[in-house]
């Protein structure tokens, strides 16, 4: 992490991090972990082509001065502009996948700031603690609609016709 870093040292990152742009520090994350990129492809499978929305993976949002890199992020369809707008464009759906390395900005900075840029619906996919967090924002704060453990199936806001099974992702129980 560097204190004052502009856009340009976005730029500057190898292909093979993930950079982000939070409050003027510049965050450096590894592109993924297996586990983790099967998280992202099954629940972008899972959410891809789902009428009325466009959904990507790993977009660079602009929000501000800060450079956001969800795992996944959803537009309706309405509100997608064109390729020359998107980074700037918010979108009304983020997943953000939480690893050790990421869990002290994602859930403290990350969801205040899209909250005010009018990002509506959050999950929050912690892998370590084997659970999704499903969150909508209401007023002037969120509200957590539910907390989805280990390999329930699930059905969540705003894809509520998805049912969502990512039981062969996470790690199997403990034995007892």
Not at 34 to 42: D, F, L, Y
Request: aromatic fraction near 10%; hydrophobic fraction near 45%; charged fraction near 25%.
């Amino acid at each position: 992490m560097s204190a004052h870093a502009t856009y340009q040292n976005v730029l500057n990152v190898p292909e093979y991090l993930t950079a982000e742009l939070i409050d003027g520090a510049l965050f450096l994350s590894r592109r993924g972990s297996p586990r983790q990129s099967r998280m992202r492809t099954v629940l972008g499978l899972s959410l891809f082509r789902r009428p009325g929305w466009f959904v990507v993976w790993k977009p660079e949002l602009r929000l501000d001065a800060n450079v956001f890199v969800p795992e996944l992020a959803g537009w309706r369809s309405e509100c997608w502009l064109d390729d020359e707008l998107s980074d700037e464009t918010t979108p009304d759906w983020v997943c953000d996948i939480v690893t050790p390395s990421a869990e002290a900005y994602d859930a403290r900075i990350k969801l205040p700031t899209y909250a005010h840029h009018g990002v509506t619906h959050a999950w929050i996919v912690d892998i370590a603690d084997n659970r999704v967090e499903v969150k909508r924002f209401e007023k002037d704060h969120w509200i957590d609609l539910a907390v989805v453990e280990m390999n329930e199936p699930f059905r969540a806001e705003p894809f509520l016709e998805v049912e969502i099974d990512l039981g062969s992702i996470w790690a199997s129980p403990p034995a007892s």
